[in-house]
């Protein structure tokens, strides 16, 4: 999966920033008038269907968290105001990496001077222990002033890459993709998913408004299943509705209902291949629960069309990945 190929991305269809994009933006031109990132950098990030006026948010954020009203003190007071080096962003163990021009979108807040950026490798690559991915050059207070707040993103989104394409590689050979979820953490929303798409993965809602799921809650509330999702479909009648069911009586009254997307939640591999049989082809069937890494093969083969997978942003390890630090060619 190539995460910059825009016919593969959520992206809005008056070539604005995407579903997900908080800057209200239609067009390119009005994203590049409210990002303060360079013009190049921005249109990177909107390539990649992430939008630009969020991820220069979120580096100000992390930035202002770093510094909480000052300046960095150990940096300052050891570094020439001058001083220019070369920062390596090196891959400590395999994966894929995901998040680097978030990384550059970080040091561009911080960066009182022009930083050169030499890119070694792209979002999505595979990528061995030991290799650079990304070489910047500029002032080195600015350098490492930014050092960790680039770090923790880059590390966090490619932790959640080589996590996902452990899943995608389990289901090859199989119509299955994995799926994320809303599980998400606050803030980071747009930048964990964009790390499963590098993954290979594909994602899920991403928001309450741009597609309904019934859970067990909602059916409660209504007085079941097929109430639930009736009544969404009355309400909202244009919205994709995903039905959770936990039996295959369940699955039955929803998908006469006209369910578009049921999720088959802790189905056993032998309840899920029922369920596809069951259902024929009149919706798109997602299992959920009792997945793991071990049995995900067996699940894809059942002929569901998703997997879904909370653990992809919720509890994904850190890709290790550091900063080495040398003298300016």
């Given at each position: 999966m ?6 593969e ?28 990132l360079?013009?190049?950098l ?7 269907g ?10 100000n954020?992390a ?6 009203g000052?300046?960095d003190v ?11 080096a070369t920062a ?5 163990e395999?994966g ?20 050169e950026v ?6 999505g690559?595979r ?8 070489s910047v050059?500029?002032?080195?207070r600015d350098?490492l002033?930014?050092?960790r707040s ?5 590390c966090?989104?490619s932790?959640?890459?080589?996590a996902t394409?452990?899943?995608?590689d389990a ?5 299955a993709k ?5 599980k ?5 929303r747009?930048l964990?998913?964009?790390a499963?798409r590098?993954g ?6 991403m928001s309450?408004s741009d597609?309904?799921?019934?859970k067990?809650?909602h059916v409660?509330?209504a ?17 994709p ?5 936990d ?6 009254e929803v998908?006469d ?9 802790n189905f056993?591999?032998d ?17 959920s ?8 093969k ?7 069309d998703?997997?879904a997978?909370g ?7 850190i890709?290790?990945?550091g900063?080495d630090?040398?003298a300016a060619e």
């Amino acid at each position: 999966m190539n995460p910059s190929d825009p016919t593969e991305l959520p992206l809005a269809s008056g070539g604005g920033c995407g579903d997900g994009c908080a800057c209200g933006a239609e067009t390119e031109e009005e994203a590049f008038m409210e990002c303060g990132l360079d013009p190049a950098l921005a249109a990177l990030l909107l390539d990649s269907g992430l939008d630009p006026v969020e991820v220069e948010d979120i580096a100000n954020v992390a930035i202002q968290e770093d510094l909480a009203g000052g300046v960095d003190v150990t940096t300052v007071a050891t570094i020439p105001e001058d001083a220019v080096a070369t920062a390596d962003f090196t891959a400590r163990e395999a994966g894929v990496v995901a998040g680097l021009r978030v990384a550059e979108a970080v040091l561009s807040v911080v960066c009182t001077d022009e930083f050169e950026v030499e890119r070694h490798v792209e979002d999505g690559d595979r990528v061995a222990e030991g290799q650079k991915l990304l070489s910047v050059t500029t002032r080195t207070r600015d350098i490492l002033t930014a050092e960790r707040s680039a770090l923790n993103l880059l590390c966090r989104m490619s932790g959640i890459a080589s996590a996902t394409r452990a899943w995608a590689d389990a289901l090859d050979g199989t119509k299955a993709k994995v799926r994320d979820t809303r599980k998400t953490t606050p803030g980071l929303r747009g930048l964990e998913k964009f790390a499963v798409r590098c993954g290979g993965g594909v994602n899920h809602r991403m928001s309450l408004s741009d597609a309904a799921l019934v859970k067990d809650n909602h059916v409660v509330a209504a007085g079941g299943v097929a109430e639930a999702f009736n009544a969404v479909r009355e309400s909202f009648p244009e919205v994709p509705i995903e039905v959770e069911v936990d039996t295959l009586h369940q699955l039955r009254e929803v998908v006469d209902a006209g369910a578009d997307l049921i999720l088959l939640d802790n189905f056993t591999p032998d309840e899920c291949e029922e369920a596809v049989a069951l259902v024929a082809g009149r919706a798109a069937l997602e299992a959920s629960g009792r997945l793991t890494l071990t049995n995900a093969k067996a699940y894809a083969a059942t002929g569901v069309d998703y997997l879904a997978v909370g653990a992809l942003t919720h509890s994904s390890p850190i890709l290790d990945i550091g900063l080495d630090l040398r003298a300016a060619e």
